[in-house]
Nanobody, 122 residues
């Protein structure tokens, strides 16, 4: 049974902005949340993570200053605001969660969505 459902991915132009959403059945309160991405032929890469309260975040070096992770516990939704998109941001974006923890290590997450695709044309 799918617990996490991502949405918002689409084809955009270089320099555009886009917001991804991820809704979790059963809520996200008490769960650390994160975004990862995987481009064709590449390993999955950490994008950003956020603490259970939303007060603390961590981002990968390739997206710092351009992407912002946020959450709305009341709506059971995780967001990823992406600005100044580049062709190298093209990938399938996945959200992930686990009780309490947030951080860059994908092995620590036990709950994954099926992904939403972002394509950035040059």
């Amino acid at each position: 049974q799918v617990q996490l459902v991502e949405s918002g991915g689409r084809l955009v132009q270089t320099g555009d902005s886009l917001t991804l959403s991820c809704v979790r059945c059963g809520g996200i309160s008490g769960r650390g949340m994160a975004w990862f991405r995987q481009a064709p032929g590449q390993e999955r890469e950490f994008v950003a993570a956020i603490s259970t309260s939303g007060k603390d975040t961590e981002s990968g070096d390739s997206v710092k200053g351009r992407f912002t992770i946020s959450r709305d516990n009341a709506k059971a939704t995780l967001y990823l605001q992406m600005n100044n998109l580049k062709p190298e941001d093209s990938a399938i974006y996945y959200c992930a969660s686990r009780p309490g923890y947030y951080g860059p290590d994908e092995i620590d997450y036990d709950d994954w969505g099926q992904g939403t695709q972002v394509i950035v044309s040059s």
